[in-house]
């Protein structure tokens, strides 16, 4: 979980120095793609990664099942144990960041 959050934060400074860099002709603009950007980087590491790192695709395919050769074929109550755990509370610390961020920047 702190890996995941750890991973965010680089990725959400890269994302949004990035489009900065960039430069759009309005602010609105660059705001709007610095909040696409980040939603979409975001969503991947935290949601899909963690499912996929977790999946065994074997019966779906032979090279996917031997990228993807976690311990979960379906979910099943021991995947939300240890993969659904995570996710919740990856998503709680995630939603209390911001303000914690806004904290420190501004002190």
């Known amino acids: 979980m702190v890996l995941i959050i750890t991973i965010n934060v680089v990725l959400r400074t890269i994302t949004v120095k990035l489009i900065t860099w960039i430069g759009y002709d309005t602010y609105s603009e ?3 793609r610095v909040i696409n950007g980040v939603f979409i980087v975001l969503f991947f590491n935290t949601g899909i990664l963690l499912l996929l790192v977790n999946a065994n695709l074997m019966d779906i395919s032979g090279l996917l099942g031997r990228i993807f050769d976690g311990r979960f074929y379906d979910y099943s109550p021991q995947w939300y144990v240890s993969v659904g755990d995570k996710l919740v ?3 709680l610390l995630n939603a209390f960041m911001p303000p914690i961020f806004e904290a420190i920047n501004s002190a």
């Open 89 to 91: 509370q990856t998503m």
């Open 30 to 32: 660059q705001m709007t």
